[in-house]
């Protein structure tokens, strides 16, 4: 059974950083990209960042270009997601997937306020 748990959601001011993790399990993690997803009140669930089976491997939206990380951890089966300047725009729940198995986590709140 594949799980894919979030966590390290919060508020943060502006300006701040977190970093967000999805541990996972039930599947053979380092043959599978993982990504990054995010849905804000009244708009649509957009992708944030994916990192392929080469770690090296990475894309990102623009919108978060310069500013977030995402990395993985094969001996951990976890992915992290480094959010750096947060801005109030990136608040959200943001969502862990794993896109070839159509499998996701139950998000957790990022709330960027001052």
């Known amino acids: 059974q594949v799980q894919l748990v979030e966590s390290g959601g919060g508020l943060v001011q502006p300006g701040g950083s977190l970093r967000l993790s999805c541990a996972t399990s039930?599947?053979?993690?380092?043959?599978?990209?993982v990504g990054w997803y995010r849905q804000a009140p009244g708009k649509e669930r957009e992708r944030v960042a994916i990192?392929?089976?080469?770690?090296?491997?990475?894309d990102y939206a623009d919108s978060v270009k310069g500013r977030f990380t995402i990395s993985r951890d094969n001996t951990k089966n976890t992915v992290y997601l480094q959010m750096n300047n947060l801005k109030p725009e990136d608040t959200a729940v943001y969502y862990c997937?794993?896109?070839?198995?159509?499998?996701w986590g139950q998000g957790t709140q990022v709330t960027v306020s001052s």
């Open positions: 997937s794993i896109p070839a198995l159509v499998e």
């Open positions: 039930g599947f053979t993690f380092d043959t599978y990209a």
């Open positions: 990192i392929f089976r080469s770690a090296a491997n990475t």
